[in-house]
């Protein structure tokens, strides 16, 4: 259905529950982006949105690895693409997981960024040089995130000194060895993943080992509004002009792991406004719902009421609301809307596809059904 049709059928169906709209079109060409710009392979990171019709709209477009970070995933993910090639991106992982993994989902690529993990990782899929050799063992290291609007350096990851040891220890049992790191979410300038793939190298070249697999992660910002980060190609640019100047690196298989890249225009969602206080619009969807980045990190919103799309009238800046009784169940603002505003009224937001759904709860009672349309074009 073409999306003016969708908009005002949303607009007149609100009836309490969230209505999200599905734009299948800016998946396939997000995929393309990457499938055509990235001289190596493309994973999808499902953590960012593993809603099935999207995990299907990627396999269709030609997508064929996917970033597992749980086993839950994995199970999700083979069930629904039984031939796609998996990978358990998660650093620290239970040994049961590990075992279902590679038993049953045929896994053969694990992450790791401690000694425990390696060990745990090899005891756990047999210690016969047979079955280990069949492994893709990938050590997590520590980069700087301070380009990203969202660190992800504290949690994972070992420090060179760590790294060095760990990298000769698994290079003795994987049949292919690699190395992997993330910039952080959002980051905005492409130096950060030549500063990754820099360090990277170097921790090689020191542990005298062969690198056959190096993942630059995901990172690759969304144009979300107020932030105006450079296209993908740039830093597709940058990624390949570093791997080429790097001894230990140039010679292995390049990896990415887009996760937000690829789902943020997926989702947009309608919502009802339900009171409006002042310059507040209490509306039925938010933090717990499809709205966590802007309710959690006072990210930006694009966000249109659907009251009058062609004539809006004076417009006044306002803070939302969500629909459970917590506090921080709130987006600062300011969010540009027409004064006019009342309860009754629809407000569309654009590009909430990224961890919105994936973080959806029922908290409060909220969201225990939604209704779902496909826009076309």
């Known amino acids: 259905m073409p999306l003016q049709e969708v908009l005002m059928l949303a607009r007149s169906r609100q009836q309490g529950v969230p209505i999200i709209l599905k734009h299948p079109a800016a998946a396939v060409s997000a995929v393309s982006t990457f499938l055509t710009g990235f001289r190596g392979q493309t994973m999808y990171a499902v953590?960012?949105?593993?809603?099935?019709?999207?995990?299907?709209?990627?396999?269709?477009?030609?997508l064929r690895s996917f970033d597992v970070a749980s086993i839950h995933e994995i199970r999700n993910v083979r069930s629904l693409l039984p031939y796609a090639n998996l990978n358990f991106m998660n650093p620290i992982k239970s040994?049961?997981?590990?075992?279902?993994?590679?038993?049953?989902?045929?896994?053969?690529?694990?992450?790791?960024?401690?000694a425990t993990e390696l060990r745990k990782i090899l005891r756990v899929t047999g210690q016969d040089v047979a079955?280990?050799?069949?492994?893709?063992?990938?050590?997590?290291?520590?980069?700087?995130?301070?380009?990203?609007?969202?660190?992800?350096?504290r949690k994972f990851g070992a420090t060179a000194g760590e790294a060095v040891t760990l990298l000769k220890a698994a290079r003795m049992q994987a049949q292919i060895l690699g190395i992997c790191f993330h910039v952080g979410s959002q980051s905005m300038?492409?130096?950060?993943?030549r500063q990754g793939l820099i360090k990277a190298d170097n921790i090689a070249l020191e542990a005298g080992v062969k690198i056959d697999w190096m993942s630059v992660g995901g990172g690759f910002p969304v144009p979300y509004p107020g932030m105006n980060p450079p296209p993908p190609i740039h830093y597709f640019d940058v990624i390949h002009s570093t791997i080429a100047e790097l001894p230990r690196l140039r010679e292995a298989q390049l990896w990415c792991e887009p996760g937000r890249a690829l789902s943020a225009e997926y989702n947009s969602i309608v919502a009802r406004v339900e009171a409006v206080k002042k310059n507040s619009a209490y509306i039925n969807n938010g933090l717990y719902g499809d709205l966590h980045d802007p309710a959690r990190y006072n990210w930006p919103v694009d966000a249109t009421l659907l009251c009058d799309l062609t004539d809006p009238g004076d417009l006044g800046d306002f803070s939302l609301y969500g629909p459970t009784c917590d506090d921080d169940d709130f987006i600062r603002g300011p969010i540009r809307l027409p004064k006019k505003i009342a309860p009754g009224d629809a407000i569309w937001f654009r590009n909430v596809g990224a961890y919105g759904t994936a973080l959806r709860t029922k908290f409060n009672g909220c969201h225990v059904e939604d209704e779902e349309y496909f826009v076309t074009g």
């Not at 040994?95 to 401690?114: G, K, L, M, P």
């Open 189 to 193: 300038d492409p130096d950060a993943h």
């Open 131 to 153: 079955v280990t050799k069949t492994l893709t063992l990938c050590l997590r290291i520590q980069v700087e995130s301070s380009h990203a609007r969202l660190n992800m350096s």
């Open 95 to 114: 040994e049961q997981a590990i075992r279902e993994a590679f038993t049953s989902h045929n896994v053969r690529c694990f992450s790791f960024d401690t």
């Open 47 to 62: 953590k960012a949105n593993p809603c099935p019709d999207l995990l299907r709209t990627l396999w269709e477009s030609g």
